[in-house]
């Protein structure tokens, strides 16, 4: 790795999709860590408010960038730019493709010859599953490599951690309102979920240390089982809730129908399907590279789900 660069906690950062997942907890983190200019770009009004109200002295702006508007000034403005703007569901592909792949576009033309781009990719370019998803992510990170300009890339795998609307926070709270949690087929499907508040520790080592070209696969520190996460949800919550197995046919129908109700299902046929696929990836040794162990996964769901502060705090599910 490259020696640390010179940045100055006063240095220009912009972060694109700030209101997400990730984004929220970036802009926690690099406060924590006092940096003063940074601004959010983000195009979910709901999220919006909640990170504006979160971190008041952040510059927090609502914008589509699929359209080109004076954002792509502050954009150019940047020392460091963090490209975290991704579509995670949807009915079609255009809208993947509009704000995947023509946003970043837009994004990347925009950003200043000197700066630095880190890009959060998705482990599932790597996937055996092809969706309208997995094909965008492949083509986003593609027009990031071809950009010309510095960057470094980033691949994690499924994502938990605080304001959490879908994923694991999701089950948590749906545990909370059902006696029996579905789990479809034996359950036994490999994941490895990487804490967000880990990840995000990533994006200030590597803006710090800016290395230009490489890609870096992100697990989470453990493999564990779909079924025996939600077994760990349950632990920590203390919930009684039944965990029980039902036909992978028939949880997928029952996906199905809900769709049809729901303009933003918290759970996909497609997603499913991606589940049970059984993706395992390879990733970097994160103590060793970035000077950090990583988080237990149960002290990390424990921090997810019981932090006096942040755990009540939920985002919009992405659609």
Partial sequence: MPQKCALKKDDPIVITGAAGLVGVNLVTLL??????RITALDKNKANIAILQKLHPGVAVREVDLAEPGDWQAQVAAASVVFLLH????????????????DATRLVLDAVAFEAFVV?????????????????TKRAQEELVAASGKRHCIVRPTLMFGWFDGKHLGWLGRFMDRVPVFPIPGHGRYLRQPLYSRDLCRVLLALMELQPNGPAYDLTGPEEITYIDIIKT???VKRSRTLVLRIPYVAFDGLLRTFAMFSSRPPFTSEQLAALVVGDMFEGVDIEATFGFAPTPFRVAIEQTLCDPVYSSIVLESPH
């Fill in 119 to 135: 890009h959060v990719s998705s482990s599932v370019v790597h996937s055996a599953a092809d969706d309208a998803y997995v094909r």
């Fill in 233 to 235: 949800i349950r632990d």
């Fill in 31 to 36: 406060l924590e860590q006092g940096h003063t």
């Fill in 86 to 101: 991704a579509q995670i569901a949807a009915k079609t592909e255009a809208t993947f493709t509009r704000n995947n792949v």
